[in-house]
T-cell receptor, first 109, second 111 residues
C-alpha cells in the first residue's frame, strides 16, 4: 500500500492561512490523493481530493506537486472549528483507504 | 449528518464476551468499510464489503468477522473480547470505491 507522511502536529492563528503538507513519494500514476479530517469526537469527514491538477472547493484547496510526490492542503482562513486531525490518503484501485497518523491542527484564537 | 448510522453508540461489556455492531449505509451506497480507532491512535482499516461481498481486508483479527446483508446494512461481530479491543469502531459507506462518508462511531469499552 502506498504510504503518506505528514507532520504530527501544526499550529495556526485564527483567520490566517494554513498549509498542511503531505509526502507520498511512492505514489503511482493512478492514485488519487484524498484529504479527510476528524473533528473531536466525530467520524472523519471528506475534505477534498485530486489526481494531478490543483483543486478548490468551499472547504479548502489542494495543491499537488508537478511530480505528484507531495501535496498541500490549504485552509485559506483557519477558524477554531477547523481544529482537527487532517489525514492525507492515497486511494488506489484496491478499495483500501489506509489512514496514516495524520496532522493534528491546533488553531489559536 | 453523513447519512450513515451506527448502533449502538456506546457499548460496555466484559472480557470474553461477544458483541455485534451495526451499520446502515447512506441510501444508494453499495460499499461499507469498517475501521477501528484505539485511544489516541489512527484509524485502522478492518474490512470492506461491496454489495454483499468482501472486497478488501485489512488488519482484522480472526476473532472479528463482518458481513453485509441484502439490504446493504452491515454488522461487525467481535468475539472473545479482550481489554485491548476497547476502541471506537467506525463504519463508512461509499457508492463504489469513491468518497467515503463516515458514521458517528460505536464506542466499545471492554472491562
Amino acid at each position: 500500500d502506498a504510504k503518506t507522511t505528514q507532520p504530527n502536529s501544526m499550529e495556526s492563528n485564527e483567520e490566517e492561512p494554513v498549509h498542511l503538507p503531505c509526502n507520498h513519494s511512492t505514489i503511482s500514476g493512478t492514485d488519487y490523493i484524498h484529504w479527510y479530517r476528524q473533528l473531536p469526537s466525530q467520524g472523519p469527514e471528506y475534505v477534498i481530493h485530486g489526481l494531478t491538477s490543483n483543486v478548490n472547493n468551499r472547504m479548502a484547496s489542494l495543491a499537488i506537486a508537478e511530480d505528484r510526490k507531495s501535496s498541500t492542503l490549504i485552509l485559506h482562513r483557519a477558524t477554531l472549528r477547523d481544529a482537527a486531525v487532517y489525514y492525507c490518503i492515497l486511494r488506489d484501485g484496491s478499495y483500501k483507504y489506509i489512514f496514516g497518523t495524520g496532522t493534528r491542527l491546533k488553531v489559536l484564537a | 449528518d453523513s447519512g450513515v448510522t451506527q448502533t449502538p453508540k456506546h457499548l460496555i461489556t466484559a472480557t470474553g464476551q461477544r458483541v455485534t455492531l451495526r451499520c446502515s449505509p447512506r441510501s444508494g451506497d453499495l460499499s461499507v468499510y469498517w475501521y477501528q480507532q484505539s485511544l489516541d491512535q489512527g484509524l485502522q482499516f478492518l474490512i470492506q464489503y461491496y454489495n454483499g461481498e468482501e472486497r478488501a481486508k485489512g488488519n482484522i483479527l480472526e476473532r472479528f468477522s463482518a458481513q453485509q446483508f441484502p439490504d446493504l446494512h452491515s454488522e461487525l461481530n467481535l468475539s472473545s473480547l479482550e481489554l485491548g479491543d476497547s476502541a471506537l469502531y467506525f463504519c463508512a459507506s461509499s457508492v463504489a470505491g469513491g468518497l467515503m462518508y463516515f458514521g458517528p462511531g460505536t464506542r466499545l469499552l471492554v472491562l
